[in-house]
Each structure stands twice: as C-alpha cells, then as structure tokens.
C-alpha cells in the first residue's frame, strides 16, 4: 500500500484522529530532515508526517534541509505529498482563513535553497510546466468543499526569501503581475517532489494579506498566528475528507517524472554518486 505524506507548515505540528505507530529519526545523504517522521495509520491509509519548521519552529525557511525532508519520504515509501502553507494573498476575493489549492510557482529567492538532487556529476532536466499533480490537487480541492471551505481551485504561488515579510513595494509588484498568493517554502519541495516521481500538491491556508492593501493596516505577526490557529482546525478538517477520499493506484505522469530526463550517460556517473541517488535515479540507472 502506498504511503500518503504531510507537510505541516506554521501552526501545524500534530494530526488528529491519526494513530501512531512510530516516530523515525531518517538519514539521508543530504543530512538530516526537520524533525522525526510520525508514521501512523488513519482509516486505512498509511500517513507519514513531518513538520516543516520542527515541532518547536526553529528553521527558517532558508534553513530547511529540503533535500532531506523530500528524500526521507521517497525512502519511507510515500508517493504522495500534501504540503500545508500559511500565505499572504494578493487578492481581495482571496481572504484570510480562505483556502487556495494553488498550481503554478514563481522563485522570488535568493537560491539559498537547494532544489534538485543533480549535480556533482550527474544531470537531470524534469518537466515542471506544471508543478503540482492534477490528480492529487482535484482531490484537495473536493476534499475542501466537503468541508464547507472558501476554497479557490488554481493560483500563483510566489516563493518569496524571507524571513521578513514584504516590502509594500514588493508587494505591489507581486500584484501587478497578477500573483495570487505568497509564502516561504513550497517552490523547492515542489520541484524536489517531482525528481523523485512524488505527486505533490500545495493547500494554502491564507492568514493576511500581505503588504499591498492600502488601508493603513500593518501585516503583523500577531495578526497572522491570529488566523493560524483558525486554520489549523480547517487544515485537519481538509487532511481528513482528503485521506478518506484518495485511492490507492497513481494514473498522473507524476510517477514517471525522470523516464528520460536524465542526461548524463549511465557509464560516466561515479558509483557514489549511483549509490547516493540510488533511490531516486535507481529505477533509470544501474
């Protein structure tokens, strides 16, 4: 049976109705993932759980071993990954404690995360025209009706630096370009994800909206852990209708992301290099 994997952002750190059966501390050759993966079972699904920032919030977004965080899953099984963000919104309509299943990305960062597990002698160039799984984010989005949520199917996400917030100037910018939302972390995992032929989809739980709205406001943190603790019964809400509705057989192009997207011939790439990577190029290279 495959494995369903959460990432829970900010405010996030436990599920609900899940019963665990272990935490795992997992090495990767990328070092170590944020925290512990809680490894449990909800109605019949296998969840593996990690918090993003660890379970006290102590990394920052440009701290996060993302490399890690990705890997540990594609080696504890999971083919599935459901990344819960907190996010800034760019639009009036798109209002805090709404929902957004976003589907597109912009890199606003300073390439301060490592986002690909090629390089050092081997290349790999994925198809990312579309970043996230249809399959999995069309389950999200019902799962989130289900619910009763304001939920909007579709969206820009900008991956934004950090750790401060906005310049009102950068957020009118943002916006001018037709954005939708913005947060801290979910480019890299995403792109992660796809090199390792995991299907992954973004939930936006929005908390503000930003820096460009002109009534004088103040985005504050304050105002943001506000909405966070609302969003929080919403997200467990959502990650239950969604468990209960996702099967088990994968049909997306997701599982099948490096079929010839690799480059490099097998005979020049290093055997440590095979052997560091075997559990994501090994399907490909032997």
């Known amino acids: 049976m495959s494995r369903i994997g959460i990432i829970g ?12 059966i272990k935490k795992e501390k997992v090495k990767t050759p990328f070092g170590d993932p944020s925290d512990e993966f ?4 909800y109605e019949d699904k296998e969840i593996i759980f990690l918090p993003r920032h660890d379970r006290a919030h102590k990394i920052m977004p440009s701290e996060l071993n993302y490399r890690a965080n990705i890997f540990g899953m594609k080696k504890l099984g999971v083919e599935r990954i459901i990344s819960l963000s907190a996010c800034g919104s760019f639009k009036e309509e798109l209002k805090p404690r ?17 986002s690909t597990f090629f390089g050092d002698g081997i290349v790999a160039h ?16 019902d799962a989130a009706k289900k619910t009763g949520a304001d939920v909007h199917k579709g969206g ?6 950090g750790p401060a917030f906005s310049t ?10 037709g954005m939708d939302v913005i947060g801290m ?8 994800s796809r090199e390792a032929e995991i299907c992954y989809s973004t939930v936006c739980f929005i908390t503000d909206y930003d820096a460009w709205r002109q009534t004088g406001e103040v985005v504050t943190l304050e105002m943001i852990i506000g909405n966070l603790k609302k969003n929080v019964d919403n997200a467990k809400k959502l990650i239950k209708a969604a468990i209960s509705m996702m099967g088990d057989e994968r049909k997306c192009a997701c599982k099948d992301a490096l079929k010839g997207a690799i480059i490099t011939r097998p005979e020049v790439i290093s055997s440590d290099v095979k052997k560091r990577l075997k559990m994501i190029i090994g399907k490909y290279v032997k």
């Open 156 to 161: 820009t996400y900008v991956n934004m630096e």
């Open 9 to 20: 952002g900010s405010g996030l750190y436990d599920i609900e109705g899940l019963r665990v």
């Open 185 to 192: 972390t979910n480019m890299p995992e995403a792109r992660l």
């Open 168 to 177: 009102k100037a950068e957020s009118l910018l943002y916006k001018s370009w």
């Open 38 to 41: 809680t490894l449990g079972q």
């Open 98 to 114: 709404d929902i957004v299943i976003v589907d597109q990305f912009v890199d606003r960062t300073n390439q301060a995360r490592v």
């Open 126 to 141: 994925v198809a990312f025209g579309e970043p996230v799984c249809p399959e999995l984010s069309l389950v999200l989005y």
